[in-house]
Structure formats: C-alpha cells, structure tokens
C-alpha cells in the first residue's frame, strides 16, 4: 500500500506541473494575441481604438514580468516630451500645468531693472563659460546652464533668485521650476539687451532729435552718451564716439543684415571687430536704455583680440594710431581690397591724392655737386597716386621765449592756413636717416567725411613735447565773425 500511495503522489503532483505550465503558456499566448491586434489597427493607420479586457489582478501579476519595464519609462518618457501632442493639447484649449505658470509667473515682481548691466562679456561668473550663459533678473549675475546641477540652477536655490534670462535665445526662464515664462512686460529687457532698429527709425534719427529718459530718471541724448574709461581706454573712446556720429557709417551699421552674411574664411577673428562695432553703435543710438552711459567692454576686448595687444584697456594708446588701424581692420574685415573692393568705411573716409617727391642732395656737399646731382634721373621729381583715410596736419612751431609782457602767449591759427600743406604747391622737407626729400601733396578726390589729424606731439631725444597751439575752424560756415566758403 505504500509504494502505491507513492506513485498516485508522483503523479498528481506531475499533473499539477503540467497544468500550471499550459496555463502559464496560455497566458503568454493570450497577451500576445491581444498585442498583434492592438498593432495591427496602428500599423494601418486606422483611427479605431482597441478596447482591452479587464484581466484580474493575478493574471495582471503573473504578466508582468513579459514587458519591460525599461521600455514602459521610455515610452512615457516619450509621452510626456512629445512636442505634436502639447499642441494638439494647446489647439483643443487644455493646456498643462507648465503652460499656465508659463503665462502667469509669480516671480516677475523680483526683476530689478537697476542692476541690469549687459555691456560686459557673456560668460558665467563661477566657470568663465561662454556656453549657454543666463543672467539673473534679480542680482544681474550671469551663470551658466539650468540644469539640476548647473550654476543657474544652485544659485536659484540658495538665493531664491528665480527670473533668468538666456543670453542667446532671449528667452526668459523661471528656476528651479524650469518653465519658460512668456510675458510681454519683459521685452524692454531684451531690447536693451539686443536692440533694434527699422528702416524708418533710422532714417528718423537726424530728424527728431528729442531726449530719452533712462531708468532711473536721468535724461539722455540717443548717440551723444558717454562710454566708461575702464582704466585706460580714454584714446579709443574718443574714436568710438567720432565715428558713430558720422551718419553713413552709423546707418549701416545700425542696421545687422546689412552685414551678417558677410562670408569670411573659417578661424577669421576679425569679424568679431565688425559685430561689437555693430552691437556698440545699436547701444549709442538706444533710446530706451535703463542707464545714460554705456560700457564698450566687449568691443575693446575684440580689439585687443583682433589687434594682438597692439591697443590695450590698461595701457594708454595713441588716438592716431588707433584710427589708422580701425578704419583698415574694419574695411578688410568688411571684405574690402585695397584696389578693387570697396566697403563702407572706403565710401565714407577714403579720397585721393598727388604726391610729388624730390630726392635732396647732402647738405654737406659742395654747391657744384649739387648741381651736377640735380641733373640726374635719380634727382628728378616723380609723381605718384595714392589713396588716404585722414589728412595729417602740421602746426607751426610754438614760440620760445615770453613776449614783452613776461607771458607765454597760447599761439592761434585758422584751419585754412595749416590746409595750405595740400594746395599741391607748398613744399615741405622730410629726413630720414640718411637721405632728404622735399614733397608736396595735391588733393584729387575729397570723401564725403573728411577727418583731420592735427600733429601736436613731437619726440626728441629726451621727451615728448606738446604743441599747444589752438586752430580755429569755422562751425556752420562761420567763425570769429569772418565768412568761411567751404566746398568738397
């Protein structure tokens, strides 16, 4: 009796192995049947919807396992980022959570205006990145990123600063929520950041020259603002605030498309010398800017940059030499040849002039000599055609001694007589170190925008002397109560 007690055990407990395995397959089975028939409708692009069977929890239980759950977090993954999906949801008028916050940011009451600075380089003040930099509305800092563990993000939490704004897109941000807030009162802020001007502003901008008021109350004149001298930089402000007042070159570049798909060679660096000029001129010329002055940061970095630390912010520089090379660096950067291709910079300040040079024999040389050397080829005047950006002028040498009333009197002359240099008749010596020429200039072409170079600094072998001489020039065709007849 025992051994067949065993047996029927043996196989009872057998039968319930294969029970519980035909189940289990008919399981599997099943969910795949109800797969393929929910993929089929899909996969047609039918738009009947498959209603599933409600399966009790064990068998809910007992199926899991088949589907993974690595696929289940993708695919609501993919659910909640999918772009097409929020539209529909925005077309039919249910819009999410983050749509309603967007439009309706409690924090915006903690912009602060007044600290706002967007004159200094973009990059984050912890890591010095350019890459995806934000400034806070709130204490006017730039961070980088908004991520969980970004500097934006940290700086948000640990100050409550909540307001971002991306330097780039101009889209403003609310941290650590990560919502884009969409508001119209915040578009003075990007328009200072970035402003802009129409054809017809800027066509308007000589004709109504009206004061603009600042954010905190002072009254400014759009293009007559001061730049800050950072430390040493006084020399390049001078020739920053001439040239944009010259209303060619300031229409130009006021306006970006006239220059933004210049095509320039990979690495060129000099276009940035064009875009900072351009984003300086647009912050002159802003009539809605939260402050009267105007940092030129970011342009005299390009120029340090595009210079090779010829022209520094903390070393003086000469104005002279500054100009010469910025009006050349911008031309060519504009895509400007010396001959062939002309840029606004050449329609603006280039004309042309004769030169006329003749060779001097030593002065030591017996008059004989001389005379014999004045025959030659090599003693002849010659004449050549040159091109020129501004004129040099030179003023007459200051007095010595004091005159009978034992005072140094500040010598004056009229502008038109230091012009006579270029009459094509007055002759002037130059040496060199070992050879005199004797030259004279005849203007040929004026440009539209003369500029004048008046040479008051001289060097001699112990110091830099100054001539204080002052030149009388007639302002609106009239000075010192004499009639002036200017013409091109």
């Given at each position: 009796?025992?051994?067949?007690?065993?047996?029927?055990?043996?196989?009872?407990?057998?039968?319930?192995?294969e029970?519980?395995?035909?189940s289990?397959?008919?399981?599997?089975?099943?969910?795949?049947?109800?797969?393929?028939?929910?993929?089929?409708?899909?996969?047609?692009?039918?738009?009947?919807?498959v209603?599933?069977?409600?399966?009790?929890?064990?068998?809910?239980?007992?199926?899991?396992?088949?589907?993974?759950?690595v696929?289940?977090?993708?695919?609501?993954?993919?659910?909640?980022?999918?772009?097409?999906?929020?539209?529909?949801?925005?077309?039919?008028?249910?819009?999410?959570?983050?749509?309603?916050?967007?439009?309706?940011?409690?924090?915006?009451?903690?912009?602060?205006?007044?600290v706002?600075?967007f004159?200094?380089?973009?990059?984050?003040?912890?890591?010095?990145?350019?890459?995806?930099?934000?400034?806070?509305?709130?204490?006017?800092?730039?961070?980088?990123?908004?991520?969980?563990?970004?500097?934006?993000?940290?700086?948000?939490?640990?100050?409550?600063?909540?307001?971002?704004?991306?330097?780039?897109?101009l889209?403003?941000?609310?941290?650590?929520?990560?919502?884009?807030?969409?508001?119209?009162?915040?578009?003075?802020?990007?328009?200072?950041?970035?402003?802009?001007?129409?054809?017809?502003?800027?066509?308007?901008?000589?004709?109504q020259?009206?004061?603009?008021?600042?954010?905190?109350?002072?009254t400014?004149?759009?293009?007559?603002?001061?730049?800050?001298n950072?430390?040493?930089?006084?020399?390049?402000?001078?020739?920053?605030?001439?040239?944009?007042?010259?209303?060619?070159?300031?229409?130009?570049?006021?306006?970006?498309?006239?220059?933004?798909?210049?095509?320039?060679?990979?690495g060129?660096?000099?276009?940035?010398?064009?875009?900072?000029?351009?984003?300086?001129m647009?912050?002159?010329?802003?009539?809605?800017?939260f402050?009267?002055?105007?940092?030129p940061?970011?342009?005299?970095?390009?120029?340090?940059?595009?210079?090779?630390k010829?022209?520094?912010?903390?070393?003086?520089?000469?104005?002279?030499?500054?100009?010469?090379w910025?009006?050349?660096?911008l031309?060519s950067?504009?895509?400007?040849t010396?001959?062939?291709?002309?840029?606004?910079?050449?329609?603006?300040?280039?004309?042309?002039?004769?030169?006329?040079?003749?060779?001097?024999?030593?002065?030591?040389?017996?008059?004989?000599?001389?005379?014999q050397?004045?025959?030659?080829?090599?003693?002849?005047?010659?004449?050549?055609?040159?091109t020129?950006?501004?004129?040099?002028?030179?003023?007459?040498?200051?007095?010595?001694?004091?005159?009978?009333?034992?005072q140094?009197?500040?010598?004056?002359?009229?502008?038109?007589?230091?012009?006579?240099?270029f009459?094509?008749?007055?002759e002037?010596?130059?040496?060199?170190?070992?050879e005199?020429?004797?030259?004279?200039?005849?203007?040929?072409?004026?440009?539209?925008?003369l500029?004048?170079?008046?040479?008051?600094?001289?060097?001699?072998?112990?110091?830099?002397e100054?001539?204080?001489?002052?030149?009388n020039?007639?302002?609106t065709?009239?000075?010192?109560?004499?009639?002036?007849k200017?013409?091109?």
């Amino acid at each position: 009796m025992s051994g067949r007690s065993k047996r029927e055990s043996r196989g009872s407990t057998r039968g319930k192995r294969e029970s519980e395995s035909r189940s289990g397959s008919a399981r599997v089975r099943r969910e795949r049947d109800r797969e393929r028939e929910t993929e089929a409708p899909s996969s047609r692009g039918s738009p009947v919807r498959v209603k599933r069977e409600v399966e009790p929890a064990s068998a809910r239980e007992a199926l899991a396992p088949v589907v993974p759950a690595v696929r289940v977090k993708r695919e609501r993954e993919a659910d909640e980022d999918s772009e097409p999906e929020r539209e529909v949801r925005a077309k039919n008028g249910r819009m999410d959570s983050e749509d309603r916050r967007s439009r309706h940011c409690p924090y915006l009451d903690t912009i602060n205006r007044s600290v706002l600075d967007f004159d200094f380089e973009k990059l984050c003040s912890i890591s010095l990145s350019h890459i995806n930099a934000y400034a806070c509305l709130v204490c006017g800092k730039y961070f980088q990123g908004r991520g969980l563990k970004s500097h934006a993000y940290i700086h948000s939490v640990q100050f409550s600063h909540h307001v971002f704004l991306n330097l780039h897109t101009l889209k403003f941000y609310c941290l650590p929520d990560n919502y884009e807030i969409i508001d119209s009162s915040l578009e003075d802020i990007t328009y200072v950041l970035k402003p802009t001007f129409t054809k017809q502003q800027i066509a308007n901008l000589d004709k109504q020259a009206k004061l603009s008021r600042a954010y905190d109350g002072t009254t400014y004149l759009p293009g007559i603002v001061g730049l800050n001298n950072i430390k040493a930089n006084d020399y390049a402000n001078a020739v920053l605030q001439a040239l944009s007042n010259v209303p060619p070159l300031r229409n130009y570049f006021l306006e970006e498309d006239n220059y933004k798909n210049i095509k320039r060679p990979p690495g060129d660096i000099m276009f940035l010398l064009v875009q900072r000029f351009g984003e300086l001129m647009r912050k002159l010329w802003n009539p809605r800017n939260f402050k009267a002055h105007v940092s030129p940061h970011e342009m005299l970095q390009a120029v340090v940059l595009c210079s090779k630390k010829t022209f520094q912010i903390t070393k003086q520089g000469d104005g002279v030499d500054f100009l010469s090379w910025f009006l050349n660096a911008l031309h060519s950067a504009l895509g400007g040849t010396k001959k062939k291709k002309k840029t606004i910079v050449t329609d603006v300040f280039q004309g042309s002039m004769r030169i006329f040079t003749k060779k001097l024999p030593h002065p030591d040389l017996p008059a004989e000599e001389k005379e014999q050397l004045l025959h030659n080829d090599e003693y002849q005047e010659t004449m050549v055609e040159s091109t020129f950006m501004y004129l040099t002028l030179d003023l007459p040498t200051a007095p010595l001694y004091k005159d009978e009333k034992e005072q140094l009197i500040i010598p004056q002359v009229p502008l038109f007589n230091i012009l006579a240099k270029f009459n094509g008749i007055t002759e002037k010596e130059y040496k060199t170190y070992k050879e005199n020429f004797l030259k004279r200039f005849q203007l040929t072409k004026l440009p539209p925008y003369l500029i004048f170079c008046i040479k008051r600094f001289t060097k001699n072998n112990f110091f830099v002397e100054k001539n204080p001489t002052i030149v009388n020039f007639p302002i609106t065709g009239q000075a010192n109560g004499m009639n002036y007849k200017t013409s091109r």
